[in-house]
């Protein structure tokens, strides 16, 4: 496994690798991996003949008092982790390679609507900021393939408009959430929560698990049961930001004929936020 840590460096290897008839697929992440980001590179190297890791934890997707100066790093462990993938290149860039005139007057992409809601609504700027970094890293690996978890539902659809808007030629891959055995999310931010937090913390699935079984028997009937749902996760200190049923292709509301939707949840638990989602489909 090579280590790059510049753009130009990066640019030049995946050309040689298409002049040699090669595909090539990407999983962007912040590092701290773990075995969600492993199934993201399993499935890399089935679709594609070369893979590349991203890791650059990026500054403008995080909000003023939010996690960046303490968010989890492990650049060893993680590289470790990638030769044992037998990933093809790890590339790590600094912010002077990813924001070469700084973070305070670069260029933002925006998506529109699907990045105000939800998420969007609570982190103002943070997708513009996901959108903006993925573009980067899409612009310099050029890849056949990229590659997200479905644990960040909003933020997989943000990228797929995204890309779909640009004419950016790579296909976004989803991959389902994976999940500890309990049920709780795999996450790095899980690591912020104390020993009695996690054993708390399985209940969001519960809880989604609950509203999903609700929404079979009638969608309609999942107004009536989220607060109750809500109550229940916040007698156990936790603090709902919000949990909501929306359509599955593009967030918006459910129209009364929908079948296909997806419920989406976020809390605070202690130190972490956490969020999660379930899908259905009638
Ligand atoms: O999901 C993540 O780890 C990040 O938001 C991403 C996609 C790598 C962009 O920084």
Redesign the pocket.
């Known amino acids: 496994m090579k280590s790059i840590l510049e753009v130009i460096k990066l640019n030049r290897l995946v050309s040689e690798w298409r002049e040699n008839n090669n595909t090539i697929a990407l999983v ?3 590092g701290s991996l773990h075995s969600g980001h492993i199934s993201l590179i399993k499935e890399a190297k089935i679709l594609a003949s070369k893979t590349v890791v991203s890791i ?1 934890v ?1 500054p403008i ?1 995080f909000g003023r008092g939010e996690d960046y100066e303490s968010y989890p790093s492990n650049i060893e462990s993680d590289k470790k982790k990638l030769e044992k993938e037998e990933v093809d290149i790890v590339f790590i860039p600094d912010l002077k390679q990813l924001y070469p005139m700084g973070i305070d007057t670069d260029t933002r992409i925006t998506v529109p609507y699907i990045s105000e809601i939800l998420c969007g609504q609570h982190r103002p700027g943070h997708f513009s900021g ?1 959108a903006t ?2 573009a980067k890293l899409l612009a310099a690996c050029k890849p056949d393939f990229a590659l ?1 978890g479905k644990k ?1 539902y909003q ?1 997989y659809l943000v990228i797929k408009r995204m890309v779909s808007d640009l004419l950016i030629p790579t296909l976004i891959v989803g991959l389902p959430t994976q999940r500890e055995k309990d049920g709780l999310a795999l996450s790095s931010r899980n690591k912020y929560l104390s020993e009695v937090e996690r054993k708390i913390a399985p209940k969001i699935y519960l809880s989604l698990q609950k509203a999903s079984e609700i929404i079979r028997i009638g969608p309609s009937n999942f107004n009536n049961a989220k607060q109750e749902l809500i109550n229940e996760l916040e007698a156990f200190g936790m603090k709902v930001e919000y949990f909501e049923l929306r359509r599955a292709t593009d967030l918006a509301l459910p129209k009364n004929d929908e079948k296909s939707f997806v419920i989406l949840i976020a809390v605070w638990l202690g130190k972490a936020r956490l969020i999660d989602n379930i899908a259905i489909d009638l």
Request: aromatic share 16%; proline share 8%.
């Open positions: 962007p992440t912040m650059f990026n997707q996901v970094v993925v997200f960040d933020q």
